[in-house]
């Protein structure tokens, strides 16, 4: 996903590729709680024990030594957890089978979205914020009580700032953001994403770091307003991140450290398991995390027939289609941190682009719960 590719309302061109976005351990609730999807965050508090969270902000003197501590320790506890031991039952997924029909080059309006994935067999959908703030408060509690009927609920949105760019196409993005914002949230959305630019050809690493972090600051508070949490995905292949003259991040290690800049409590990643599997990640590095680290996933394969270093953002696979990619690990790492949120394909396939709206849909729907079918396994 390249540097520059500013979004649009139907989606966005990304390394040759058109997104089109047409599309943990349980506890009681307490007072003073606030609900994101089905995941009970906090707001900002003081700094919690050794070993159980990253606290972001570095404002605190002292708070940098004990943050390494933390974090250590934190690392080596979750390290020494086993996915699932010998003998003892799946870890139960609390993750939903998610729906978006950009990703599979299906148009649909958020009602066609709806009645796709319901029958299908989807367990959540992608909201349009768009096609969202333009309903009436009536239409849209008729659209919500068309989703509880279905079965559903929404997954997450796409952040539609570009902060990629110069400054005065960022400052037209965070002026509408409001507006974008309580649309989420008068519909009950509490997840968005966006993707990170892997390289560039003007900015050093840490010059697009510090611009990236002081920018997407801005748009986690104004969405922290809203009670909306914003994930950032790393884009992982080599063709991607070696494409300009300067490399920007594109690991996890490297997202949570931008992440760590931002302090932000209501930022957190996308993960992916192209990218993750890219970036030579693996189901230890997912463990580290927690629920509230993770805002969405996106499932994918890898081609069989093209070298790793040579293969292209715009060519993947739906999950286990060629089985490079180890999905299985990916899931069940994911379980084990109990998120609980959408997990959807992503497999920028023109294959699956070709294929009748219907067709497309059915095919990733039996994709991804054979996907999920590895987690009672």
Request: net charge neutral.
């Amino acid at each position: 996903m390249a540097e520059g590719m500013a979004p649009r309302a139907a989606g966005f061109t990304v390394l040759g590729s058109i997104h089109d976005f047409s599309r943990g351990t349980a506890r009681k609730e307490e007072p003073g709680d606030v609900l994101f999807h089905s995941a009970i965050r906090r707001p900002r508090a003081p700094p919690r024990a050794p070993g159980v969270t990253m606290q972001a902000d570095m404002d605190h003197p002292g708070r940098r030594e004990f943050l390494t501590s933390a974090f250590t320790a934190g690392v080596a506890a979750a390290l020494s957890r086993p996915l699932s031991a010998a003998g003892e039952s799946p870890v139960r997924r609390r993750m939903t089978i998610d729906l978006i029909c950009g990703n599979l080059g299906v148009k649909a309006t958020q009602r066609e979205a709806i009645d796709l994935a319901r029958r299908h067999g989807f367990e959540s959908v992608f909201p349009d914020a768009g096609e969202l703030a333009r309903l009436s408060d009536a239409e849209v509690q008729a659209l919500l009580a068309d989703l509880k009927a279905a079965g559903l609920v929404f997954g997450a949105a796409f952040l539609g700032v570009d902060f990629r760019k110069d400054e005065d196409t960022f400052g037209r993005g965070l002026a509408e953001l409001p507006a974008y914002a309580r649309a989420l949230q008068r519909a009950g959305v509490h997840r968005t994403g966006t993707w990170l630019p892997p390289s560039s050809d003007g900015l050093t690493y840490l010059q697009y770091f510090k611009q990236t972090a002081r920018r997407l600051r801005e748009v986690a508070r104004v969405l922290g307003d809203h009670e909306v949490r914003l994930g950032l995905e790393y884009v992982g292949p080599k063709t991607a991140w070696a494409a300009r003259r300067y490399p920007f991040l594109h690991t996890l290690a490297e997202t949570r450290e931008l992440i760590a800049e931002i302090g932000a409590t209501n930022v957190g990643l996308v993960l992916d398991s192209w990218h993750w599997f890219h970036a030579g990640d693996g189901a230890a590095d997912v463990q580290t995390l927690r629920n509230e680290d993770v805002v969405a996933v996106d499932l994918n394969d890898a081609p069989a027939d093209v070298p790793k270093d040579q293969q292209k953002d715009n060519a993947r696979e739906l999950p286990l289609a060629t089985g490079v990619i180890d999905v299985a690990g990916f899931l069940k790492a994911l379980a084990a941190i109990g998120y609980d949120g959408p997990v959807r394909a992503e497999p920028f396939n023109e294959a699956v682009r070709k294929m009748p709206a219907e067709e497309a849909v059915a095919a990733t729907a039996r994709a991804m719960k054979k996907a999920f079918a590895l987690l009672e396994a």
